[in-house]
């Protein structure tokens, strides 16, 4: 939309000052020529309104640069606010990561923490012989 805004800004502009280099003649009606050929005779009041249409035409133009550099302005403040975010999202799981690496290796070393006890076993009873003698 910028650039289309400021290629009929310039396309304006540059009609605009052809129209009026070529037909610095006067009379109660001028023959209007671009580049050599004559394209149209208008009286005072047409040449008016074709001023009107040509300053439209030039703010239509300016407006649509206008919102064409907003519209990539705020495109850009919202792709660096989704890089801040997911930088901080990256540094806050690089970060959790880390901390259950530690707590993974703390766990596997047995000198940095104590061994449980082993329960004593109880001896066995004896028992007394079955009546078929095993």
Do not use: W
Not at 58 to 78: D, I, Q
Not at 106 to 133: I, Y
């Amino acid at each position: 939309m910028l650039f289309l805004g400021l290629v009929l800004l310039a396309a304006t502009g540059t009609l605009t000052g052809l129209l009026i280099a070529g037909n610095l003649g006067g009379g109660p009606d001028y023959t209007v020529a671009l580049l050599g050929h004559d394209l149209i005779t208008m009286n005072a009041l047409s040449i008016f309104c074709a001023g009107l249409a040509l300053a439209l035409v030039a703010c239509l133009s300016l407006l649509m640069a206008g919102e064409g550099a907003a519209l990539r302005r705020r495109k850009a403040v919202r792709l660096r606010e989704a890089r801040n975010d997911a930088d901080a999202a990256v540094a806050e799981r690089d970060a959790l990561a880390a901390r259950v690496e530690r707590q993974r290796t703390e766990d596997d070393h047995p000198a940095r923490t104590s061994a449980p006890e082993m329960p004593l076993q109880q001896p066995r009873k004896h028992r007394a012989p079955h009546a078929f003698g095993s």
